[in-house]
C-alpha cells in the first residue's frame, strides 16, 4: 500500500515556474513507477510525464522541453519541475505510482495558470 501527497500547486503568471512535489509513504517506494498527470476543468485526465524506477522518463509532447520530472527514492519524493507555464497548463495535477497493473493516486494539487 502506498499513500501520495501532492503540493506545491498555486497561482502563477504565464511564464512563471512552478515545482509540484509527491511524497510517498508505504514501502517499497523506490520499485514503483512514478507518474504526473493532470486535468482541466471539463476535460479528461491525461497523462504528463513518468520516471520509471530505473529513471527512464518520458514526457506528453504539450509539457516537452519545459517540464521535468525527477524522482529522489532517498526522501520517497517525486518531482515535477515546471517552468515556461502557460494558460492551458492550469489543472489539477495528480501523482500516480504504479507498478504491474497496481495503481495509486494522490489527491491533487492545483495549479493556476493566469495569462
Known amino acids: 500500500q502506498v499513500q501520495l501527497v501532492e503540493s506545491g500547486g498555486g497561482l502563477v503568471q504565464a511564464g512563471g515556474f512552478l515545482r509540484l512535489s509527491c511524497a510517498a509513504s508505504?514501502?517499497?517506494?523506490?520499485?514503483?513507477?512514478m507518474a504526473w498527470y493532470r486535468q482541466a476543468p471539463g476535460k479528461q485526465r491525461e497523462f504528463v510525464a513518468q520516471?520509471?524506477?530505473?529513471?527512464?522518463?518520458v514526457y506528453a509532447d504539450s509539457v516537452k522541453g519545459r517540464f521535468t520530472i525527477s524522482r529522489d527514492n532517498a526522501k520517497n519524493t517525486v518531482y515535477l519541475q515546471m517552468n515556461s507555464l502557460k494558460a492551458v497548463d492550469t489543472a489539477v495535477y495528480y501523482c500516480?505510482?504504479?507498478?504491474?497493473?497496481?495503481?495509486?493516486w494522490g489527491q491533487g494539487t492545483q495549479v493556476i495558470v493566469s495569462s
Open positions: 500516480k505510482a504504479f507498478k504491474q497493473g497496481i495503481d495509486y
Open positions: 520516471i520509471t524506477s530505473g529513471q527512464i522518463t
Open positions: 508505504g514501502s517499497g517506494f523506490s520499485i514503483y513507477h
